[in-house]
């Protein structure tokens, strides 16, 4: 049975971590109060009630809540637990105790582990954890093993309240949306875009999509990622901008193919979209560009192409996937929900035949010119 099957008595309580080693100072105060605002947004939205969220070092607590939120959409959280909040009163810890004894009892072993935030308490946590761990032990039947047991029963003590709790659930951790500031994201129909912006909102950023535009039915599909996407946003608004194709090609588009400058068309649209992109991050006060991008996956995506494709760009583009295996980019994209979305049918660019591989800034500067696209 887990915690938050018993609703029998006392107070119950979600604790939520966040990743704060790299947090300290004045930003800490910043991060809990946006985590708080997200946090109280999404359970209001959820139609969780809950009395109160405060803060306390190192931990939110969400007060007085009835039911277990899933609370992964919000980033920022490292982790959390329904918990029960008891007085901080010894006395009345060895009693409440007694509500894990049902779990325990079906348990092979067990352990009591605990964590004093306060230092002001007294016994210390190896005294809480031997005097109680007896106890449990002695009312249960169930032995207590150190090293992997089959239960685990925290108990946490606050500066104001003690926690017991068995469950720690996973979340994304990272930084909540937009406490970072804005980048343009080069969005396309794929999987990797859609990632690639998830990783930039994780750690803080409020991205802005920019699509160009192959075909209707991929914009419906960037539209439907962009609504995915949202829901990690916390109640922020993510906004689409799309541009067709061809205008991005100034109308030359299909013009290219058949002639000798086909294999230079998707190093060309890399060129052409950065471009853009530095009009439209210049336009939303962005701080950069993010993009799919990874190494040598494609033929626009060689060191040389990169290289060269970016060289219209005055602003740092961040490709946070340039380095993953497709498998790694594939399992974020089913965590987060965007895969089965991205996989869906719809029509994209057509690639050249033969798409160059090597190009230079010299060389594609060549082409610009003389395809009239600089
Ligand atoms: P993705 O899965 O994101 O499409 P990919 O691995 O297929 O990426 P490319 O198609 O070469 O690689 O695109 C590289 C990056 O260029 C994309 O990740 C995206 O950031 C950007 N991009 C590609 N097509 C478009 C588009 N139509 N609109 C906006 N950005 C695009
Ligand atoms: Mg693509």
Redesign the pocket.
Known sequence: MSVREDPRRGDRAVIVRYGEISLKGRNRGQFEQKLKEDLGWFLKKQGHAFAKITAERGRIYIRGIEDLPELKKILGVYSYSPAFELARDYGALKKEVSRFFPAIKQSRDFRVSCQRIAKDFSPDSMGVEREIGTIISERTGTPVRLKDPDFELHIEIGHRHLYLFSEKIRGFGGFPVGSAGKLV????????????TFLMMKRGVLPVL?????SAS?TSK?ERLRDRLEEFAAGQKIKLIVIP?EELFLGKYAGLFGTRHEPYV?II??YL?HKKAAAIVEKEGALGV?????LA?????TLKNLYASRSAAPFPIY?P?IAYEKSETMAIARQIGTYEL?IAESE??SPPRNPKTGVDCERLRKVLKETGLE
């Open positions: 994201s080069l969005i396309s129909g794929g999987i990797d875009s859609p990632v690639a920019l699509h160009f535009q192959n991929e960037v194709r998707c649209c890399k979209m993010i993009t799919g991008d990874n996956q494609v033929a626009s995506q490709s996937l991205s994209g660019c």
